[in-house]
């Protein structure tokens, strides 16, 4: 990818697609004595994903984790595009660009671990947290200010719906 200013590179974004632990959350998984993997995440990147999709941006969680309560999360946003348990992640962003008809180059992609090291080299805009292994610091085009779990996943939507004006109260006509 050559070097094009960051704000450039937002306004052809037309999807999003995330990681879902150390990403919309910090990373810590809490073991319930029921075996349940409890985890926590911040409202206004919730919040920031609701935004999105009301103003036509497709977007994708994909993560290992098979939390039902992660998918009932996501799902409770709007989002439709949800693949967890997913082993390759590549075939899971495969499966999202082409049910809309997206380009790589048009999607941005927010991970913070290896797992999500080979996605990241093939979407147009490879983000990560403040917080994100070095490795993938190293080829993500933008690093959040925001730590995972910390307003990260808000810092890049918000970003990208400002820059094609699509954020705030009056955009759209979203209240």
Known sequence: MGK???KELLSHVKAFAFDVDGVFTDGTIIIHPSGELLRTSNTRDG??????????FPVAIISGGKSEAVRQRFQGLGVTDIYLGTTDKIEALEDFRFKYGLELSDILYMGDDLPDFE???????PTCPRDAAPEIQQISAYISSFAGGKGCVR???EQVLRVNGKWGPSANGLQ
Do not use: P, S
């Open 47 to 56: 919040y920031a994903v609701h935004v999105a999709i009301e103003r036509g």
């Open 119 to 125: 996605v990241l080299q093939r979407v147009g805009i």
């Open 155 to 157: 810092d890049v939507i």
């Open 4 to 6: 094009k200013n960051f």
